[in-house]
């Protein structure tokens, strides 16, 4: 379980406290608080896409009926691909990452204190803590995107970290800085390697210690570079798809990066539909519910599930920030 909080008039701006509270209930969570400026929602550990503000508001403006899923709306944009190299000795402490370039984007009012909250609280739920996914946030401004990115581990290293004022060694950074203290364990390894992402001038950050105060991100800051590591290849690909999708929501553009693993490249985000098709009467058989196809794809379209009929069955469409 995890709380979120948002104020009250960021909700009312998509739609009534009285109607959030309903379909809050709806949706099986729970208000945890509410006073007249904030609402606190209780978050099942089964869908970390509602941590995020525009997770939420989304999953509720489609139970609602006010929003139409669209298996189209989660679309890349084409263009420079950056590249990402994946260093041999990563693979002995946090093998996996995905990433993605986000442009035109807004991080006025609370946008900004959203978006850190959702990757915080995802990477201490879902990540367990930091240890199986953690995430960073950069100005792409201020990064040599063009001659391409290291995402390596070495025994020394330096870097400015988030509020420090001048560069200090990867030792010093976990012995002395506060995130360092916290969550060095993480990474604790015999060989004494340390995660980084670098590009052809300065580390951007430990991983997944803390970021740089070179790349710091800031209200006015209208690109990023996203990047998610971990320990799981899969749960890192799923969370940069719901952030793909959060940050679309928000009205901004995302393009992909490929991840330059040894054997082959992969390309990160990959926020498209899954298929999948219900047999209507194997539902009726396990629930004692008869549903007829339309009423099927009317409830799944709820759920964020484009529908079409198939046959005498219906074809659902899963979209990519739903991973439970």
Same mark, same amino acid.
């Given at each position: 379980?995890?709380?979120?909080?948002?104020?009250?008039?960021?909700?009312?701006?998509?739609?009534?406290?009285?109607?959030?509270?309903?379909?809050?209930?709806?949706?099986?969570?729970?208000?945890?608080?509410?006073?007249?400026?904030?609402?606190?929602?209780?978050?099942?550990?089964?869908?970390?896409?509602?941590?995020?503000?525009?997770?939420?508001?989304?999953?509720?403006?489609?139970?609602?009926?006010?929003?139409?899923?669209?298996?189209?709306?989660?679309?890349?944009?084409?263009?420079?691909?950056?590249?990402?190299?994946?260093?041999?000795?990563?693979?002995?402490?946090?093998?996996?990452?995905?990433?993605?370039?986000?442009?035109?984007?807004?991080?006025?009012?609370?946008?900004?204190?959203? &978006?850190?909250?959702?990757?915080?609280?995802?990477?201490?739920?879902?990540?367990?803590?930091?240890?199986?996914?953690?995430?960073?946030?950069?100005?792409?401004?201020?990064?040599?995107?063009?001659? $391409?990115?290291? #995402? $390596?581990?070495?025994?020394?290293?330096?870097?400015?970290? @988030?509020?420090?004022?001048?560069?200090?060694?990867?030792?010093?950074?976990?012995?002395?800085?506060?995130?360092?203290?916290? #969550?060095?364990?993480?990474?604790?390894?015999?060989?004494?390697?340390?995660?980084? &992402?670098?590009?052809?001038?300065?580390?951007?950050?430990?991983?997944?210690?803390?970021?740089?105060?070179?790349?710091?991100?800031?209200?006015?800051?209208?690109?990023?570079?996203?990047?998610? !590591?971990?320990?799981?290849?899969?749960?890192?690909?799923?969370?940069?798809?719901?952030?793909?999708?959060?940050?679309?929501?928000?009205?901004?553009?995302?393009?992909?990066?490929?991840?330059?693993?040894?054997?082959?490249?992969?390309?990160?985000?990959?926020?498209?539909?899954?298929?999948?098709? @219900?047999?209507? #009467?194997?539902?009726?058989?396990?629930?004692?519910?008869? &549903?007829?196809?339309?009423?099927?794809? !009317?409830?799944?379209?709820?759920?964020?599930?484009?529908?079409?009929?198939?046959?005498?069955?219906?074809?659902?469409?899963?979209?990519? #920030?739903?991973?439970?």
């Amino acid at each position: 379980m995890a709380i979120v909080t948002f104020e009250l008039s960021d909700v009312e701006k998509r739609i009534s406290k009285d109607a959030f509270i309903q379909l809050i209930e709806r949706l099986g969570m729970e208000i945890e608080g509410s006073t007249d400026k904030h609402m606190s929602i209780d978050i099942t550990p089964n869908r970390p896409d509602l941590l995020d503000f525009n997770g939420l508001m989304r999953a509720l403006l489609l139970i609602s009926g006010k929003l139409k899923p669209d298996k189209d709306a989660y679309k890349l944009k084409e263009g420079v691909t950056p590249h990402i190299k994946v260093s041999k000795d990563v693979k002995k402490v946090r093998p996996y990452i995905a990433a993605m370039v986000v442009r035109k984007l807004d991080l006025s009012g609370n946008k900004l204190k959203y &978006l850190i909250d959702f990757s915080e609280k995802l990477s201490d739920t879902y990540g367990r803590k930091r240890r199986k996914l953690a995430l960073g946030m950069h100005d792409l401004d201020k990064i040599d995107i063009d001659n $391409g990115l290291t #995402y $390596g581990a070495a025994s020394e290293g330096k870097m400015i970290p @988030l509020d420090g004022t001048r560069e200090i060694s990867f030792a010093e950074t976990l012995k002395e800085n506060s995130k360092g203290i916290a #969550y060095g364990h993480v990474i604790s390894n015999k060989a004494g390697l340390v995660p980084y &992402l670098a590009d052809s001038k300065n580390v951007l950050s430990i991983i997944p210690i803390i970021n740089s105060e070179t790349t710091r991100v800031t209200e006015s800051t209208a690109s990023l570079l996203v990047d998610i !590591t971990g320990t799981d290849l899969n749960t890192v690909n799923d969370t940069a798809n719901i952030f793909a999708c959060s940050f679309i929501d928000m009205g901004a553009e995302v393009y992909p990066c490929s991840i330059d693993y040894e054997k082959e490249p992969i390309q990160t985000p990959n926020p498209t539909y899954r298929e999948l098709r @219900l047999r209507l #009467y194997k539902i009726e058989a396990a629930l004692g519910i008869n &549903l007829d196809n339309v009423s099927a794809i !009317t409830l799944g379209e709820a759920m964020g599930y484009p529908g079409a009929q198939y046959g005498n069955s219906v074809l659902l469409y899963l979209p990519p #920030y739903r991973v439970d």
